[in-house]
């Protein structure tokens, strides 16, 4: 094995290739205890499957009209909804409260003590959230082809996927911003209700858009939860042409990732703020 030789101030010396394998047992690690977690398993993977089933119960299998204008099934247009909502789940919801709950109970300054770097922990758990929105994703794809009849085009699964994937990194990004303003642990679950489910209905994902007010629903599109909705839309909808990557919805997003990070290096603390 390379040997490992401490720097002058006392960290160690690795190549990136240890790095990454750093990151890997960071993530292998944060995964089992997500696995683990019952609560987090059902709101991230569980809950966005049972509304679709509701949804589906209550308002039938008929036609809705996406934004485009295009006319799809019922079920068609909820199956990208509700993939954004799981998405933001995973990414948003989940690792705020899990970072906030590390933070205050001290584990997170305890990791910084460490000699291993600050973005091992930050990168193992974000990877988490990211592997949980695509196993997310493709769960409620394959449901809804099986049960639903809404299979998703082949020629845009690489806009799906680049949507899934540009989504969960934004929402991670946006998670670590917020959780540098939740002082406590009892206070970010609160935080995450006041946040998701107001954008979740403006944004199309629980109430189709065209229930929604014309102002209510533009202010929407500057918020992420509503172009990540679209950019997955844009895989099921019938007029989509090439690979259905929805260039706007994703200038969006990455707008999002870009400040959020920077909020996040700027006020993030691995120290308990609440008290």
Known sequence: MTAITPTADGSLQRSPLRWLGLVGHQFRFDLIGFTRNR???????????????IFIALFGNGIEQLPSGAMVKVATYY?????????I??????LL?????????????????????????????????VVAAFFMCALLLAIG????????PTHTIPGVAIATAVGAA??????????????NADAAQPVVQLTLL??????????????VPTWLANLASFFPARPLADALRAGFDP????AGISGGDLLVLGAWAVASLVVALLRFSWTPRGR
């Open 39 to 53: 609560q987090a398993r059902f709101a991230t993977v569980f809950m966005p499957v049972l509304f679709l089933v």
């Open 198 to 211: 107001p954008l979740s209905f403006i944004s199309g994902i629980f109430v189709p858009l065209t229930n």
């Open 89 to 94: 789940s995973a990414a948003y919801s989940s």
């Open 170 to 183: 934004t929402f991670c990004c946006i998670a670590f911003a917020v959780a540098s303003f939740v002082r």
């Open 145 to 152: 082809a099986v049960f639903y009849n809404s299979p998703l």
């Open 239 to 242: 007029t989509t042409k090439g």
């Open 97 to 129: 409260v899990a970072v906030v709950r590390q933070r205050e109970n001290g584990i997170l300054k305890r990791r910084r003590a460490t000699p291993i770097p600050a973005f091992v922990p930050i990168a193992g758990r974000a990877l988490v959230a």
């Open 79 to 87: 199956i990208p909804g509700l993939t954004a909502f799981g998405i």
